[in-house]
């Protein structure tokens, strides 16, 4: 076994799809989320497809979602989407927002890059954007409800379960780097990385 690998006993932890025990044990290390085994090899890894969250925090309440479709439907999250082709990630956020919720988030900065795959194959690349302010008047579509919510009162229980690990990071203002393994909405493992400044993917 080469320097830095991790083997566990047995060697059989299965997930979803994808059998863990047939992974090279050069990819397998103990997780942050208590798992035995992370199938991922991060530094090489290439996203299926690209999206944007959006966060408009403001007077100490942030502006949040009930998704009523799609992926995550029924969890609460902020507006966002996927990257159109030939669209910049700043101006996919723009549009996302305005077409789920019907505002213009204004103020809008760069805080971190989320990396997700799940078992079943899919992988997703995300950028977190946040906002200082808005311009319009919410509205309810047949993709979210908008609604505010206290900053120190958001409701972890009903968000992605990664959501809790790096949306305080965003709030202070910490730029990171945070990857996730998922069987359906259960997650496997996580990496999270603060850094010093955002980086542009």
């Known amino acids: 076994m080469g320097a830095g690998c991790f083997q566990g006993a047995g060697d059989s932890f299965i997930a979803g ?49 009930r998704k009523k479709r799609g992926l995550g439907a029924g969890k609460i999250n902020g507006p966002g989407g996927r990257i159109e ?24 900065e760069e ?24 311009e319009g008047d919410l509205i309810e579509t047949d993709e979210a409800d908008p609604f505010w919510c206290a900053v120190d009162e958001i409701p972890y229980d009903g968000m992605w379960q990664d959501d809790r690990y790096w949306l305080p990071l965003m709030l202070e203002a910490k730029p990171f780097l945070a990857s996730f393994e998922f069987d359906g909405e259960q997650m496997l493992s996580k990496e999270i990385e603060i850094r010093e400044e955002f980086i542009r993917p």
Not at 19 to 47: E, K, N, Q
Not at 91 to 107: F, S
């Open 17 to 65: 799809a994808l059998d863990y025990r047939l992974s090279p044990p050069c990819l397998r290390r103990p997780t942050s989320a208590g798992y035995p085994f992370s199938f991922m090899h991060w530094p090489t890894w290439t996203p299926r497809e690209r999206a944007v969250l959006c966060f408009i925090v403001k007077d100490g309440s942030i502006l949040l979602i």
């Open 111 to 134: 805080r971190g890059e989320l990396q997700f795959q799940f078992t079943d194959g899919y992988s997703l690349h995300c950028i977190v954007f946040q906002a200082r302010d808005l």
């Open 85 to 108: 082709p030939g669209e910049t990630p700043r101006e996919a956020v723009v549009r996302e927002t305005r077409e789920e919720i019907g505002v213009t988030p204004l103020g809008i």
